[in-house]
């Protein structure tokens, strides 16, 4: 195609889809050479401006007010309603269950126990309610009606599960945890039968974040990169590492620590140690975090790597200014949701790092405790007090997961290339001052230039001198 | 002298001609054609002009690759190569220490019950069945609720809520199993022992909720033989994947056309007929992909079985009864004492359990690929 000095700065803004729709279409005939030539000369000149250095496309300067992103689908309008009749019916219907289901159990039924009295209450509530809903509506309705409340309640269920889950931990672990010992000290000089302000779990947390720290020394870099490899470098060889990468997101976590038992510790004759659980949890979140990572590269839109590579950057480049910081939110979601599993895993730990009950900050020698391993060691102890410093260290445990799923919502959870506010502010700036430099530089001089430049390369005797209303247009073909 | 270059001058003039002067280099020196382009029709006899100037021939692009390119190319391909070689390893690994067990073993690794490697008489049929009615019953409780939460929180949640409720099925899939596995060992593990008790008392005629030890007539009768069941551990991995899978299948409702739904709307479909007729068609490959997920993640759990159980060796079809058992936790469990040989053993019985896992992860992802709605992804 033609080169004009001011298609140059056309892919100034980075991290953002250009504003003007899909990528703009080549002039058709004069760039395909394939294309049989109509005959006579070519309308190619004509579509061009003459040059004019202020009406030169600029540098595209989003406005705040711009729409960002890519062209969004239809959205979903709301259409939830909450019909009062239905409200009163299921009010109905539930008070009518209690109460049947009362009498059926303390008059007729010899069933007795809080869960059976749900069951059976929740039946009758089922029942009632059809019932309620077919007296004056058909069979459609009741349908619907019915499936509603089934879904509402199995999510009912599986929150409240969840929900308690959660807060017995925190509530049977904040027995061992208000107690400031709990954070500053180990277990060394408290025994099982010591009360809880005796001794705490600090060497496993110390213990915990040693691992988590050397696990993502190894996994950040080389997952990474295998993730750059596989979504950079199609090619049979990357199909088959990701075809191995997803398998081995299957692998079972106590495989890993299996795995490095028996070479590390038994094969090399090394100690267990908190290098080797690192190891294992290495093993086992780097397929995690490659192929998380995988997914989110290669949904950086094509047309941003291509206007990197066709402003004369290299690969590398491309990858490292372009590539990297669009997908910046998602591989930071993919590494933190690597580290809250690896950091809650039990297995790995359980097998190749040993239990203590002080302070190592070695992680090459001598065992070292995880939080997970703490809990679960200390919870099959007999003594009051160890099975609350073990629901201790759960909750502290979880209480890291989740810190650490909170930052990755904050950073992470957008795609590819959508900003924050204040990256697009960031975006725009560099737009800004990218413009600025070019305009600068002086568009007449540039065109002086390759005029000069075009002059000396094709005609080196110069061409005539262009009459008075005449303008040089185009260059086509060129010296070979 | 160089020659093929060409350029062309452009003059509009003020009564809206357009004219172009073309100056090519041949062989004979600068050569300038004009021609009028506003005119209807070109004469054929510059013909050979245009075609000089459009001389477009595709030029060769020689990309030069520069050293710190190269040097990326070899470090990205290498790092590649290291996580392959890193990943076949533990395979082969396990394939090759593993396979020392099985030919000792025989035929007999698959029907055998007893684990007692270093007498010769071990084999996974008792543990790979324990793992996978576990992963069966955690399973079966899993699924409709996670269907039930996904169309919940994709079809009926209010706005407002939603995306919080989005973030805690997440979170809730981020919780470590050690957790999960306390609340199942001090938790569930007592209030499930009435409820067993009263599925064996009125549902024993159903042959898995049969507990031969336990006879409801007798008052006195203790419930203590419902500890430990594989149901406690199923569920306790049930409420482990239920995240997972729900989260999966969200996403792929949430992906359902809006066209599509609209429509059905618009035919007279109720909330649920939409659901039921739009939705679940098109979510399908999710609920199956989701779920076998959840199956994955659910034989491959360690920890959280291994804290409830009490492990057996013996086929246990009563799934309210105590005792059942899994590969992992037969690993967690006999690792530390096992010799050479032992080692090897539960080095098959691992292989067995990562075959297993990884059909079921394949199926999944191909499932999940081939459907409707994972064609994007």
Redesign the interface.
């Known amino acids: 195609m033609t080169t004009t000095p001011a298609s140059l700065p056309a892919s100034s803004t980075p991290g953002r889809p250009m504003p003007s729709g899909p990528s703009p279409a080549p002039v058709p005939a004069?760039?395909t050479?394939g294309r049989p030539?109509p005959?006579?000369?070519?309308?190619a000149?004509?579509q061009?401006r003459?040059i004019n250095p202020e009406r030169y496309p600029r540098t595209h300067l989003p406005s705040a007010a711009a729409q960002a992103g890519p062209a969004q689908?239809?959205?979903?309008?709301?259409?939830?309603k909450v019909r009062r009749e239905d409200v009163l019916r299921a009010v109905g219907a539930a008070s009518a269950a209690v109460a049947l289901t009362a009498w059926l159990f303390s008059q007729i039924l010899p069933?007795?126990?809080?869960?059976?009295f749900v069951v059976v209450a929740y039946l009758l509530f089922l029942g009632l309610f059809v019932a309620l809903i077919a007296l004056d509506a058909d069979r459609?309705?009741v349908?619907?009606r019915v499936?509603?409340v089934?879904?509402?309640?199995?999510?009912v269920?599986?929150?409240l599960?969840?929900a308690?889950?959660?807060v017995?931990?925190l509530a049977?672990g904040s027995e061992a945890f208000k107690h400031l010992n709990f954070w500053s000290d180990d277990m060394s000089l408290a025994g099982p039968l010591d009360p809880l302000t005796m001794g705490g779990m600090a060497h496993a947390a110390v213990g915990t974040l040693i691992m988590i720290a050397f696990a993502l020394a190894i996994s950040i870099?080389?997952?990474l990169?295998?993730a750059?490899?596989?979504a950079?470098?199609p090619s049979p060889?990357?199909r088959?590492?990701r075809t191995?990468?997803?398998?081995?997101?299957?692998?079972?976590?106590?495989?890993?620590g299996?795995?490095i038992?028996?070479?590390y510790v038994?094969a090399f004759g090394l100690d267990k140690s908190a290098f080797a659980a690192s190891l294992a949890i290495t093993?086992m979140i780097?397929?995690i975090i490659?192929r998380s990572a995988d997914?989110v590269l290669r949904l950086v839109p094509a047309t941003l790597k291509e206007a990197s590579l066709s402003t004369g950057a290299?690969?590398?480049r491309t990858?490292w200014h372009v590539v990297l910081p669009t997908a910046k939110s998602g591989l930071t979601t993919a590494i933190v949701?690597g580290t809250?599993?690896g950091?809650?895993?039990?297995?790995p730990v359980?097998?190749t790092a040993g239990y203590t009950t002080y302070f190592n900050f070695n992680p090459f020698s001598g065992p070292m405790v995880s939080l997970?391993f703490a809990?679960?060691t200390l919870?099959k102890s007999p003594t009051p007090s160890q099975?609350a410093r073990?629901?201790g260290a759960?909750a502290v445990?979880?209480v890291m997961?989740?810190a650490?799923?909170w930052i990755a919502?904050k950073l992470g959870g957008k795609g590819a290339g959508v900003l924050t506010p204040r990256g697009e502010r960031r975006a725009r700036e560099a737009s800004a001052r990218d413009a600025g430099r070019f305009a600068s530089r002086g568009l007449r001089q540039a065109v002086a230039d390759f005029e000069d430049a075009?002059r000396s390369?094709?005609?080196?005797?110069g061409?005539?001198a262009?009459p008075p209303?005449?303008?040089?247009?185009?260059?086509?073909?060129?010296?070979? | 002298m160089r020659t093929g270059g060409s350029v062309g001058r452009v003059r509009i003039r003020a009564d809206g001609r357009v004219l172009v002067r073309i100056y090519a280099i041949g062989p004979r020196g600068v050569s300038m054609t004009e021609s009028d382009l506003s005119a209807p029709a070109l004469a054929p006899s510059q013909g050979p002009v245009a075609a000089s100037m459009l001389d477009e021939r595709p030029r060769r692009l020689k990309g030069g690759i520069g050293a710190a390119d190269r040097i990326f190319r070899y470090g990205a391909h290498g790092s590649g190569l290291v996580v392959l070689v890193l990943m076949t390893l533990v395979g082969l690994f396990l394939a090759i220490r593993g396979a020392e067990a099985i030919r000792a073993a025989g035929g007999a690794f698959l029907t055998e019950q007893d684990w007692e490697p270093d007498s010769g008489r071990f084999g996974v049929a008792a543990v790979l069945f324990g793992t996978i009615s576990i992963a069966v019953i955690a399973i079966a409780v899993a699924l409709p609720l996670a269907l039930g939460t996904a169309t919940y929180i994709s079809e009926y949640a209010p706005p407002g809520i939603k995306s919080f409720l989005v973030g805690v099925v997440d979170l809730m899939a981020a919780i470590p199993s050690v957790v999960y596995g306390l609340w199942g060992m001090f938790w569930l593990e007592g209030n499930l022992l009435p409820v067993a008790r009263w599925i064996s008392a009125h549902f024993g005629w159903i042959p898995i909720f049969r507990v031969d030890r336990f006879d409801p007539d007798d008052p006195l009768a203790t419930p203590t033989v419902f500890t430990a069941s594989a149901a406690l551990a199923g569920l306790v991995v049930a409420m482990m994947v239920a995240p997972i899978a729900c989260s999966v299948m969200r996403e792929v409702f949430a992906q359902a056309p809006v066209g599509e739904r609209e429509g059905a709307l618009a035919l007279g479909a109720s909330k649920w007929g939409m659901i039921r007729s739009v939705v679940y068609p098109f979510g399908r490959g999710g609920i199956i992909g989701g779920t076998m997920l959840g199956l994955g993640r659910a034989l491959g759990e360690t920890i959280a079985v291994y804290m409830v159980i009490s492990p057996i060796f013996v086929i246990n079809w009563e799934i309210l009864s105590t005792g059942t058992n899994s590969i992992s936790s037969l690993i967690a469990l006999r690792h530390g004492e096992a010799s050479n040989f032992a080692l090897s053993a539960l080095m098959a019985a691992g292989l067995v359990l990562f075959a297993v896992t990884m059909v079921v992860n394949f199926g999944a992802g191909i499932i999940i690929q081939r459907s409707r709605s994972g064609e994007s992804s």
């Open positions: 004069s760039s050479p030539v005959s006579g000369p070519s309308p000149p004509v061009r003459p689908g239809e959205a979903r309008r709301n259409l939830a069933a007795r126990g809080a869960l059976s459609m309705t349908w619907d499936a509603g089934v879904i509402h309640s199995a999510a269920v599986l929150l599960a969840l308690v889950v959660v017995f931990t049977r870099p080389l997952g990169t295998c750059i490899f596989l950079e470098f060889f990357a088959l590492v191995v990468v997803e398998a081995m997101t299957a692998l079972p976590s106590i495989i890993c299996l795995f038992y028996a070479t038994l093993i780097l397929p490659v997914v290299s690969r590398w990858i949701l809250a599993r950091i809650g895993e039990t297995s359980l097998l997970p809990t679960f919870v099975v073990g629901f759960a445990l979880m997961v989740f650490l799923f919502r075009q390369a094709g005609f080196p005797g061409l005539p262009d209303g005449w303008r040089t247009a185009q260059d086509s073909g060129g010296p070979q």
